[in-house]
């Protein structure tokens, strides 16, 4: 069993040419896949590849996930000496010195100072060899927020899977209920009639009728079929890989239809209490179900 459920956190790192690759994911319920990344200057060319392996593992949830680079800041860069610019400086600064009779002190220092006579810049990043670590940060971020995500997964399915045990015995209760209130009803509209007409002979097959009229008034087989049928789909979608959370949000509506249909063909109290308890559990079945991918 794999269920999966949309909370998660996994963190992956790579040390690299003297520089770390972090990579942090973090993941809640959301109804669909919706991937957010915060990547550092340089890299936005790996969002699609990011994306990609993203939604390799993940079909449904809002995925954060962030990637920071540290270390070997000076690696990629280089200091560029403007020759042509220096020595234009040069000669302004040697006509102001000889036209105003000014001593003439320049030091590589002050000339460097001017603008623009050394300019630093990096030098362009190899991407694909840039790729290997952050691919290998990424897989084992996406590994560990997996491995979280099917912990929590299992325990839900636990979960889901008693409340269903306890829902499948109500409904049973209410099963063998329905035989035993169709006979006190027809009981009781025997007695009814025969208060009423006193005397009168009553004709049995027009009672027949009525009694079978209630009955069918009564019976609720069709929706209990069907919920015996949607408790068994319910129970194989747990044991399924890959993402049932909207299967399993859909049952859960077909759940509460068939249980408002049997309680409006039958009023009794006992059952109606019955029935409560059952949409109760739903609503707590409900709840878990959000969270499953």
Not at 30 to 35: E, F, K, P, T
Not at 43 to 61: C, D, N, P, S, W
Request: proline letters at 2%; glycine letters at 6%; a negative charge.
């Amino acid at each position: 069993m794999a269920v999966r459920s949309m909370t998660g956190f996994g963190r992956g790192e790579r040390e690299e040419g003297g520089r770390v690759f972090s990579v942090e994911i973090r993941c809640v319920n959301n109804r669909y896949l919706d991937v957010k990344l915060k990547l550092p200057r340089g890299v936005q060319a790996f969002e699609e590849r990011i994306r990609k392996l993203v939604g390799a593992v993940h079909q449904r949830g809002r995925v954060d996930l962030q990637l920071t680079i540290n270390g070997g800041g000076a690696r990629n860069q280089r200091v560029l000496l403007n020759e042509e610019l220096a020595s234009s400086y040069c000669e302004a600064i040697m006509r102001l010195s000889e036209r105003f009779g000014l001593g003439l002190e320049l030091t590589p220092q002050q000339l460097a100072s001017f603008p623009d006579v050394m300019v630093r810049e990096e030098e362009p990043e190899d991407i694909e060899a840039l790729w290997i670590p952050v691919e290998k940060a990424l897989r084992e971020a996406l590994e560990n927020c997996d491995a979280m995500r099917q912990q929590e997964g299992g325990a839900l399915a636990t979960d889901l899977s008693l409340r269903l045990d306890h829902f499948a015995d109500v409904v049973s209760i209410i099963e063998k209920r329905i035989p035993e209130l169709v006979l006190q009803r027809q009981s009781a509209l025997q007695e009814r009639l025969a208060k009423l007409l006193d005397s009168v002979v009553l004709d049995q097959d027009r009672l027949a009728q009525e009694v079978a009229i209630l009955a069918d008034k009564t019976d609720v087989t069709e929706e209990i079929v069907r919920l015996h049928s949607h408790m068994e789909q319910f129970s194989s979608f747990l044991k399924e890989d890959g993402a049932i959370g909207r299967k399993l949000d859909f049952l859960i509506q077909e759940f509460l239809r068939e249980v408002n249909t049997t309680v409006s063909k039958i009023s009794d109290a006992g059952i109606a209490q019955h029935t409560v308890e059952l949409k109760s559990e739903l609503e707590k079945m409900r709840e878990q179900v959000q969270n499953i991918e």
